[in-house]
């Protein structure tokens, strides 16, 4: 496995100066040479000088091709004929070898949302997931060498994890204490994250954040669902009516005996809690009924 070395490239900026510098004063030399003051016959080292001249002149034109540019966030992965030689992170204007081959690595932070996929739940429903993902590369031998293009590769790998995870959860709890995709959101979260990480870790990515973004049942089922969640809904609802109103009716018949208004036999009191509860759990307005007679008549 291929893994990042950080290369320590020269700084541009004094060598943007010295190497035109020099190509000056050989031009100059080269001018010198075929133009003197004084007319010379050309012999084997007039043929030299000129040889030379141009020679450094083409080495240091050679030389120009090195200088490449380092932005913030940004790593140059160097080559040299196909070797890795190091990555160059420093920025700023840099000088390196002009044969090493200089490709730029993004490592700034990027996002990207999935596309809804449809998939199954632990209990087999159909339902539609997305999520967001923010990454970065953290090593660039890794991101260049090791997979093919690391940006599709996340992209798939993503979407892969989601669903994964998708198939191992349930949308939402049928029991108490069961961890759903709709009532553990922070969990889902951790889990999800973990699982792309898993993935792109030999592709030289962090994932530092994963959340789902869209989390729905599939169209087909989501009428039949929805019922349902409306049904347990106003069972949870009537349950706590009914829990409440025993309590309140029980606390009526306490304080009634407590401060002795009323003595009431057993025959009585069920129909004061019938009555009671009547009136605390029903859905409409109650219209209240004045016996005239004995109860036992």
């Known amino acids: 496995m291929i893994r990042e070395n950080l290369r320590n490239s020269y700084s541009g900026i004094p060598l943007l100066i010295i190497f035109p510098v020099l190509m000056l004063l050989d031009g100059y030399l080269i001018f010198k040479i075929i133009f003197p003051f004084q007319n010379l016959q050309p012999d084997v080292g007039f043929w030299l000088q000129i040889v030379t001249s141009i020679t450094v002149l083409i080495v240091l034109g050679i030389f120009l091709g090195g200088f490449f540019m380092v932005n ?3 790593g140059k992965v160097l080559q040299m004929f196909g070797d890795y030689r190091g990555t160059a992170r ?9 044969f090493l081959s200089k490709v730029a690595i993004s490592l700034r932070v990027r996002n990207f949302e999935t596309a809804k996929l449809k998939v199954n739940d632990k209990r087999g429903n159909p339902i539609e997931i997305a999520t967001v993902v923010v990454w970065k590369v953290v090593d660039t031998a890794e991101a260049s060498f ?4 690391y940006e599709h590769y996340v992209h798939v790998q993503s979407e892969a994890a989601l669903r994964n995870l998708a198939t191992a959860y349930p949308y939402d709890a ?3 204490g069961e961890v759903t995709m709709t009532s553990h959101t922070a969990e889902i979260s951790m889990q999800l994250k973990k699982e792309i990480q898993d993935r792109l870790a030999q592709a030289g990515v962090e994932v530092m954040e994963a959340r789902i973004s869209h989390l729905a049942y599939s169209s087909e089922i989501a009428a039949t669902m929805l019922r349902r969640q409306q049904a347990s809904a106003v069972i949870s609802a009537r349950q706590k009516i009914v829990e409440g109103a025993v309590g309140m009716v029980e606390h009526a018949l306490d304080m009634l005996a407590k401060k002795k208004v009323i ?3 057993e025959e009585r009191k069920a129909a004061m809690v019938s009555n009671l509860l009547v009136v605390l759990c029903s859905e409409q307005n109650i219209q209240p009924v004045v016996n005239a007679g004995s109860l036992y008549q």
């Open 72 to 74: 913030p966030n940004e």
């Open 90 to 98: 420093d920025p700023g204007l840099r000088w390196d070898n002009p």
């Open 146 to 149: 090791q997979v093919d293009n």
């Open 174 to 176: 049928h029991t108490d």
């Open 263 to 265: 003595e009431l036999d």
